[in-house]
């Protein structure tokens, strides 16, 4: 399977601390995403990281790329309670299936207030 | 603005019987996708379409087929449903396929009785 794999599959926190979700994938990669999914909503595009890039911020996310581990990390700081969603990894594996979108099975993230 | 839309948002079948599920998007993206999503399997691409007028195959294309009716529209075909197809149907869209972010519709929740 192409999919990436987050890691762990649930997370529980309470609010002000760190969240961080790693995902780990099998093939390489063009870019990887992250996204999110309110429960009963559809994914909500978070940040897209190519695979010559190490880092990324945006707001209070911050994720790394280490290709040659195969994995990416997403840290969500100073959660908040509206943090708690499903949180995906999606990789677009480049070649012959570039631009095709493929998911793991997602973290859950509760942020207790 | 109204984004990618699904309709129905939700539909019971009875084995055996055929629907459509019908995505529009208003964003002028070229890339369009077809997701299921099943509990603890997150999400996986059915088909894609990299522009108007070509299909490809994703994971888990058996028992559905997809039509590029145009730019802007792109359908998903149950000929006839089985209850393995019971899920939520997520249709997608991106501008170009590869290094951009998709946006989601809302999702058709689909039971097959």
């Known amino acids: 399977s192409q999919q990436g794999e987050e890691d762990p599959q649930a997370l529980s926190i309470q609010e002000g601390e760190n969240a961080t979700m790693n995902c780990s994938y099998k093939?390489?990669?063009?870019?990887l995403q992250w996204y999110r999914q309110n429960s009963g909503r559809g994914l909500v595009h978070l940040i897209l990281?190519?695979?010559?890039?190490r880092e990324k911020h945006s707001g209070r996310l911050r994720v790394t790329l280490d290709t040659s581990k195969k994995s990416s990390s997403l840290l969500i700081t100073a959660s908040r309670a509206a943090d708690t969603a499903s949180y995906f990894c999606?990789?677009?594996?480049?070649?012959?299936?570039?631009?095709?979108?493929?998911f793991g099975r997602g973290t859950q993230l509760t942020v207790w207030p | 603005n109204a984004g990618v839309t699904q309709t129905p948002k939700f539909q019971v079948l009875k084995t055996g019987q055929s629907m459509t599920l019908q995505c529009a998007q208003d964003?002028?993206?070229?890339?369009m996708y077809w997701y299921r999503q099943d509990p603890g399997m997150g999400l996986r691409l059915i088909y894609y379409?990299?522009?108007?007028?070509?299909?490809d195959k994703g994971e888990v294309p058996n028992g559905y087929n997809v039509s590029r009716l145009n730019k802007r529209e792109f359908s998903l075909r149950l000929e006839s449903a089985a209850p393995s197809q019971t899920s939520v149907y997520f249709c997608?869209?991106?501008?170009?396929?590869?290094?951009?972010?998709?946006?989601f519709g809302q999702g058709t929740r689909l039971t097959v009785v």
């Open positions: 997608a869209s991106s501008v170009e396929g590869a290094g951009t972010e998709a946006f």
């Open positions: 093939t390489s990669i063009n870019n």
């Open positions: 990281i190519r695979s010559n890039e």
């Open positions: 999606a990789t677009d594996g480049g070649g012959s299936t570039l631009g095709r979108l493929y």
């Open positions: 964003m002028n993206h070229n890339s």
């Open positions: 379409s990299a522009s108007e007028g070509t299909t």
